[in-house]
């Protein structure tokens, strides 16, 4: 039982909550036990973090790496929300070769800032049964705590590609009909019909939406029909609204 936050180990695994020492060590932190369940499914879990109050050992039957017992102000220490499940994980980074032709519905977003929209975002494209994320260049990390509580565990569902340069990929995606929301657009998305095969949907920054380099690339620029005052939507529920409309109308 570990009893003091001043412990080497609890230290090394505190740094795990800055984005730097999650990129230094490839290393990020879970916490909850869906998603130690989710991580555990995925095999990326190496160490497992339970305070003194946990009961719940079932979660942990089959893990065979290390468990380490701490005291319920230890693990408050580490945890990341107000009332925890008394259960945290630290889970490698899993690198992937990205070849975009090996997918068929595939989300990129581009300069997404708010780690809860990213993870909200996310946990849609899984909803909607998209097959890859891509992840440009100045999004928010992937492995914040924040941005992995809010994908509930469907990070570990959907290949996931992080720090891309999209122009770059968006040249090799001959293969895809690319959608973007775009205020520019002259059609709305409820004007679109006999969707096709492999596609590609571009979201962006929360303030400034996908870049216009970007939107350039892009064969399909739409907007969302909006009947009431509001000027704009979350890219969030945005993103949710395109994607459930692509999904279902895709032949």
Known sequence: MITSA????????QKLKENKNI??????LIEGKHLVEEALDA??????????????YNIVDSFEGDLIKVTDSVLKS?????????????????KKELDINNYSKVLILDKIQDPGNLGTIIRTADAFNFDCIILGKGTTSLYGQK???STQGSNFHIDCFDNIDLVELIDEMHE???????????KY??????????VAVVFGNEGAGVSEEILSKVNNLLKISMPGRA???NVSIAAGIVMHYISTNLK
């Open 6 to 13: 001043s412990n080497k180990r609890i230290k090394d695994i």
């Open 23 to 28: 990129k230094k060590y490839g290393r990020y």
């Open 43 to 56: 095999k990326v879990v190496e160490e497992i973090i339970v305070s003194e109050s946990f009961e719940e």
């Open 78 to 94: 580490i945890s990341d929300t107000i009332t925890s499940q008394g259960i945290i994980a630290v889970c490698r980074i899993v």
């Open 147 to 149: 941005v992995i509580r």
């Open 176 to 186: 895809f009909n690319i959608f973007a929301t775009s205020l520019k657009a002259d």
């Open 189 to 198: 998305i409820e004007q679109l019909d006999n969707i096709t095969g492999k």
């Open 231 to 233: 000027e704009s939507l």
